[in-house]
């Protein structure tokens, strides 16, 4: 096994955030269906709940369901916003200034207008090198969605004319690629500001993920195409993690002492628990007899893998003299 940049961490906060969004809302319809029929309060969950009457049943579950569907979308979209946002600023990206200005939102549009997520995603699109723009105008229909029902004074529940026109173009794919989902219906009802179905959320956080998947792994290989520039990454991960001020301040010495206690196996153990934080993670190898692993290739590898003698080079290096490469305060 190889050690690779897998993922971001800001690609990795959205996967814990909104990643199997559709078993996660399944798993509330599951239990809402037991409510629905007549189901539950047996006092073992500590929470203050009332059954329904038998006429009431369906009518609570529904709205919990639409509950559930609002916040997901609403969170969805957030998440999304706060991807954006953060990838253009890790600065071993190395992103234009124009490029951070626009998804970042630091600076306004044309006419002092803030910029879209359609305008971010695809700033960052266009540096990448990227068509993806279904997946762009379906985080464009997320976020609008969001604002539609988080916002009572969006009146107007309007997509711009390219992004209609996009989606109901692309109807056939994406109903094949997500769900078998009605997309025309979709805008239909959000154009109507009725709250979303489950079929609509999980498939446009599905859009969502997987565009910031491909702008992610598109980033990392910018940077890591080859083993030297993958080293120099690491290296560079490395120092940043040591500097950050809460670990300068409290812990980064004693970790590094903790870790290099021992013996070898116990140093190598200790620095991939480290390199584990910065996304950088052993991947087997893909076997094409093997569904799991096949499952994993797809998503882990992305860059180059760290060179076998740089991690030699690191722990060869005794806790002093590692401190000293990495401006580490000795305590």
Not at 159 to 188: F, G, R, V
Not at 203 to 210: C, I, P
Not at 292 to 309: E, L
């Amino acid at each position: 096994m190889k050690l690779y940049l897998s993922r971001t961490k800001p690609f990795r906060n959205l996967q814990r955030h909104i990643g199997r969004s559709t078993y996660r809302l399944n798993t509330i319809f599951v239990g809402l269906d037991c409510v629905a029929n007549g189901q539950g309060d047996s006092g073992a969950i500590g929470v203050t709940w009332k059954k329904p009457t038998e006429a009431k049943r369906a009518e609570v579950a529904n709205q919990a369901k639409i509950f559930a569907c609002t916040s997901a979308l609403i969170l969805g979209a957030d998440v999304v916003d706060a991807f954006l946002r953060e990838i253009v600023c890790l600065k071993w990206l190395n992103f234009s200034d124009d490029c951070v200005k626009v998804a970042a939102k630091t600076v306004t549009g044309p006419g002092g207008v803030e910029y879209s997520f359609a305008d971010r995603a695809n700033a960052i699109c266009r540096e990448l090198c990227l068509d993806e723009e279904i997946q762009v105008a379906g985080v464009d229909l997320l976020a609008s969605w969001r604002n539609v029902v988080a916002h009572s004074n969006v009146r107007r529940a309007k997509l711009n004319k390219k992004t209609t026109d996009l989606l109901l173009e692309s109807s056939q794919k994406i109903h094949e690629n997500y769900s078998h989902l009605d997309i025309k219906l979709a805008l239909e009802n959000f154009e109507h500001r009725k709250p979303p179905v489950s079929k609509e959320v999980t498939s446009l956080l599905a859009m969502a993920t997987n565009l910031c998947r491909a702008i992610d792994q598109a980033a990392i290989r910018r940077v890591a195409s080859t083993g030297d520039k993958m080293d120099a990454l690491v290296e560079q991960l490395l120092l940043d993690y040591f500097q950050d001020g809460d670990q300068r301040t409290f812990g980064a010495w004693s970790e590094l002492s903790e870790t290099w206690q021992g013996k070898d196996s116990r140093r190598r153990s200790g620095l991939k628990k480290i390199f584990q934080k910065l996304c950088v993670t052993e991947v087997d190898a893909p076997n094409p007899e093997n569904e799991q692993t096949k499952a994993r290739a797809r998503r882990n590898p992305v860059s180059s893998p760290v060179s076998q003698d740089y991690l030699d080079g690191l722990l060869k290096l005794d806790r002093h003299e590692f401190a000293k490469r990495f401006d580490i305060p000795v305590k």
